[in-house]
T-cell receptor
């Protein structure tokens, strides 16, 4: 059974640029959630995708957007990067509604630095 | 709206002594509650979960937590700390299974 994987591991971008982060869900999971973890803080929920549709969203502006693909992998896109977007971005997969397995399994994260 | 408060940002215990990490939540629904652990430079690992079954939940590595609705608490305990328990611990409340709110974390230090 393959766990949650994320790419890239590290990324450095300039303010105003756009970035795409990628996540492959754990085998058998159809739900992916994305989180932002700033240094010294707990993860903040960005949004969740279930069966290729956005299924819940936290308090993040529209420049944070996502996609989920038929194989349940997912992308997080951030436009017009700001310095405060520097953080560890975590992806988590879960079994999804109706499966009885709501707990989330996390990937190792992508460290984004905006300069 | 859901929220989670972890009452201690740092906890320090001696090896072999009990661990208590405190978590209070607010929820408009019957919550699902979780504890995760994050070791330095490693991913978040699920310790245990509560989803309206038994109020005393046992997890991995000897950890357990008790759901107390009247106190809106979900404290994490372990009878005897081990050096390998040193890490950051997060309490999480789930809303409708599609939104999850993390506490600010408690860093556990274990002294030899």
């Amino acid at each position: 059974e393959t766990g949650v994987t994320q790419s890239p591991t590290h990324l450095i971008k300039t303010r105003g640029q756009q970035v795409t982060l990628r996540c492959s869900s754990q085998s058998g999971h159809n739900t992916v959630s994305w989180y932002q973890q700033a240094l010294g803080q707990g993860p903040q929920f960005i949004f969740q995708y279930y069966r290729e549709e956005e299924n819940g969203r936290g308090n993040f502006p529209p420049r944070f957007s996502g996609l989920q693909f038929p194989n349940y992998s997912s992308e997080l896109n951030v436009n017009a990067l700001e310095l405060d977007d520097s953080a560890l971005y975590l992806c988590a997969s879960s079994g999804g509604p109706g499966t009885g397995t709501i707990e989330q399994y996390f990937g190792p994260g992508t460290r984004l630095t905006v300069t | 709206a859901q929220s989670v408060t972890q009452l201690d940002s740092h906890v320090s215990v001696s090896e072999g002594t009990p661990v208590l990490l405190r978590c209070n939540y607010s929820s408009s629904y019957s919550p699902s509650l979780f504890w995760y652990v994050q070791h330095p430079n490693k991913g978040l690992q699920l310790l245990l979960k509560y989803t309206s079954a038994a109020t005393l939940v046992k997890g991995i590595n000897g950890f357990e937590a008790e759901f107390k609705k009247s106190e809106t608490s979900f404290h994490l305990t372990k009878p005897s700390a081990h050096m390998s328990d040193a890490a950051e611990y997060f309490c999480v409340v789930g809303e409708n299974f599609n939104k999850f709110y993390f506490g600010s974390g408690t860093k556990l230090n274990v002294k030899p």
